[in-house]
């Protein structure tokens, strides 16, 4: 007995949400070629410096992770908001909230307090102090419609403003008065094993404190019913309050869980990825995760892989010194990069319309080398794919043929 | 008279501090009136201080008059905060995108863009100019009491013209049938098509003079007080600052005017407290978080009752 299958597409397929942010990718970096180019220096050593700064050993993939770390946390954080509609665009301040506790515990926590306790503790209290501060936003917007974009700007700059004296008051190193005191190797987030591995990297437990993050964050969304009322209420707030979702209580639990994990990225960027705080210094990286968070499309898989992208782009730049082109070109590569996501309407359509070309071209060249064969009243259904395949191939020159004919015709 | 004497101190600084935010907010009020909500007045303002003083460094160092180079870096900085805004401007309308995603690509843009061209030009990631404006006092109206040496006495002249776009800007709106038709775009923009208006014109007036008027901002905040263009600090903020005096000021130009004076005077506290024996045993920290504060707390108590245009962030 013949098995019937239908092997044809009902429509051309349409553009992925990883097409789209490969494209811009794709772009953004043409945007920067552009701009080495307009300054006089060759694009092709520029990137190839970046890819060899970022990767060339051990040593320096390990660095490229450290940074990823953070970026991997703020990406979620963002991207957790942004399910539920909300733009977090203060996680530089729930970062730097996050880190000043880390920091300070570990100077006034006693060394000999058992390690694993010790990390338990400055986990959950950077986690929980970022908690408050996203927190915050989140209270603000539910109960006084206050924008959250602005709320958390203020937020922080009010948090830079608290760092600046809290590093004075409580951590600074004497020698140096607008750092604080480095923080001993026992109490960063460090590992004997993990930097011997990497030939002294700053890769530190903070990496698997984002890779749980990731997993934790993707069953939220995607298994439990509070994730799927927090979608709801990004998706439709108003949908989903006529459905019985409490919004404004989504609102604020989802600005306290993005603000845990941006509070966690602090801790792993100021006391693993660094051992310092300075004063009077915005972190860019809450920046960068709004680009890691729309890279990726919001998932936390697409996070992780944008992070680590962006983690090459950041650590690689620091080899750019020796060919004479400014640092920040990686900079403006990520900013190029959100406009095109931004944009990516514009990208999906065309895809869409390449696509869409594509397929109605496969569909005429089948149909004419049907025609050619002497089959026409074939059913296009009962065609397996390498049969389309083989028609394809050959209705493809029929069909320029006839073009071409139609071309003299006229 | 000890009162006085701090009050007469602070004043003219706070209005200073105004007029920059000011300009902001008045470009953020066209734009969001027209329906296109605009976050990118830092992105915008930053790139007008930038535009403002490479040239005017350039200028100088040229060996330009110290006023003419000053005049052309703030038409260069007008210039510069359109051309960015044209950015969002394509985004925002023709491509339908999230305003505000798009507002915060062109914050980071400006950003990086700056101190990349900084560092190509000058080598490092500041520009300073030689000199900004040199204060002068009104002739007569100096002279008058309590209100000369408040309002009159060492003022720049950017401060009178931004004061004159303000209120040209204020005529425009709610004199004009052109203002009438712009407010309307923000409000209920089919109805404006059906009447024959073209909606995406006119949003692209609003989001261009956003675009001007935070340059104009900008290269105020270079010219007057701060005298450099600084990547790692950047403007501090002031454009979230002048978006948060929008909304406190109800999107109206009076309103603006009032909330943009009051953000200046938290502003002159926080950068002057210093100076100030009233404010000297607060300690630096807190005397620099003092205006975000009070912007949020401001925000909370005019946030409630939001008078928003209502078709503000939504495409058209």
């Given at each position: 007995m013949k098995r019937r299958t239908d092997?044809?597409?009902?429509e051309a397929r349409k553009a992925s949400p990883l097409l789209v942010s490969l494209s811009a990718v794709v772009l953004g970096i043409i945007a920067g070629a552009l701009l080495i180019l307009l300054i006089g220096k060759n694009p092709i050593t520029g990137f190839d410096r970046i890819i060899f700064g970022a990767l060339s050993n051990t040593r320096r993939v390990g660095n490229t992770l450290g940074m990823a770390t953070q970026l991997i946390l703020i990406g979620l954080s963002v991207a957790f908001a942004f399910k539920t509609?909300?733009?977090?665009?203060?996680a530089s301040g729930q970062m730097l909230m996050g880190g000043i506790t880390g920091s300070i515990l570990a100077y006034y926590?006693?060394?000999?307090?058992?390690r694993p306790l010790y990390l338990l503790v400055v986990i959950m209290a950077s986690g929980l102090v970022g908690a408050f501060w996203g927190m915050i936003s989140g209270f603000l917007k539910a109960k006084?419609?206050?924008?959250e974009v602005v709320s958390t700007i203020m937020l922080n700059w009010t948090a830079y403003w608290l760092v600046y004296d809290w590093i004075q008051r409580f951590i600074v190193d004497p020698t140096i008065v607008v750092k604080s005191k480095p923080i001993e190797n026992a109490h960063t987030l460090r590992a004997d094993w993990l930097t011997d591995l990497t030939g002294?990297?700053?890769?530190?437990?903070g990496f698997f404190i984002a890779i749980i993050a990731c997993i934790v964050i993707w069953f939220i969304l995607q298994k439990t019913t509070l994730g799927f009322r927090l979608k709801a209420v990004g998706s439709n707030r108003f949908c989903a309050e006529y459905a019985g979702i409490r919004v404004n209580r989504s609102i604020i639990i989802s600005m306290t869980i993005a603000g845990a994990l941006a509070g966690l990225a602090g801790l792993t960027y100021y006391c693993?990825?660094?051992n310092i705080m300075e004063m009077g210094k915005m972190p860019n990286e809450g920046f960068d995760g709004i680009a890691v968070a729309l890279l990726g499309n919001c998932s936390p898989v697409g996070v992780f892989f944008s992070a680590v992208f962006f983690g090459i782009l950041k650590m690689g730049r620091g080899s750019l010194a020796a060919t004479g082109i400014p640092t920040e070109i990686a900079d403006t590569i990520i900013a190029t990069i959100i406009y095109f996501t931004a944009t990516s309407v514009i990208l999906a359509n065309f895809w869409n319309r390449r696509f869409h070309n594509a397929f109605e071209k496969t569909e005429e060249a089948i149909g004419l080398a049907l025609e050619s064969e002497g089959r026409?009243?074939?059913?296009?259904?009962?065609?397996?794919s390498q049969e389309r395949k083989n028609l394809r191939k050959a209705g493809l020159p029929l069909l320029k043929a006839r073009t071409r004919a139609g071309k003299e015709g006229r | 008279m000890e009162f006085f004497s701090v009050i007469s101190s602070i004043v003219p600084a706070a209005i200073a501090y105004t007029m920059p935010l000011l300009m902001g907010a008045l470009g953020g009020l066209y734009s969001e009136r027209s329906g296109v909500t605009n976050l990118c007045i830092e992105g915008l303002m930053l790139t007008g201080c930038f535009a403002s003083a490479t040239t005017i460094y350039l200028l100088q160092s040229a060996g330009m008059g110290y006023n003419a180079a000053i005049v052309v870096g703030i038409l260069a900085a007008i210039a510069a905060g359109g051309l960015l805004s044209m950015l969002h401007a394509f985004a925002a309308i023709?491509?339908?995108?999230?305003q505000v995603i798009s507002g915060t690509a062109i914050n980071m843009l400006a950003t990086a863009l700056t101190l990349f061209l900084a560092q190509t030009i000058t080598g490092s990631g500041n520009v300073t100019v030689l000199r900004g404006i040199i204060r002068s006092d009104i002739p007569l109206l100096?002279?008058?009491?309590?209100i000369g040496p408040l309002f009159?006495?060492?003022?720049?002249?950017t401060t009178w013209i931004c004061l004159v776009v303000w209120g040209v800007s204020f005529f425009l709106l709610y004199r004009t049938s052109f203002g009438l038709r712009l407010r309307a775009c923000g409000e209920h923009p089919s109805a404006v098509a059906s009447a024959g208006v073209n909606v995406h014109r006119m949003r692209y007036i609003g989001v261009l003079m956003s675009g001007l008027l935070s340059g104009l901002g900008g290269a105020c905040i270079l010219v007057t007080y701060a005298g450099e263009y600084n990547s790692?600090?950047?403007?501090?903020?002031l454009g979230f600052l002048a978006i948060a005096a929008l909304i406190f000021g109800q999107w109206k130009p009076l309103g603006i005017l009032a909330s943009t004076f009051f953000f200046g005077i938290c502003m002159t506290i926080a950068n002057m407290g210093r100076v100030i024996p009233l404010f000297q045993s607060i300690p630096t920290g807190y005397l620099g978080l003092f205006p975000y504060v009070a912007t949020l707390v401001a925000l909370v108590v005019s946030s409630r009752r939001s008078a928003a245009p209502l078709a503000s962030g939504e495409p058209f």
């Open positions: 092997n044809r597409p009902l509609g909300l733009f977090n665009i203060g926590l006693p060394m000999t307090m058992p006084f419609n206050v924008h002294f990297s700053t890769l530190n437990y693993g990825y660094s026409s009243d074939v059913d296009l259904t009962t065609l397996s | 023709n491509l339908k995108s999230n100096s002279k008058i009491p309590v009159f006495c060492r003022t720049y002249w790692t600090s950047g403007i501090n903020g």
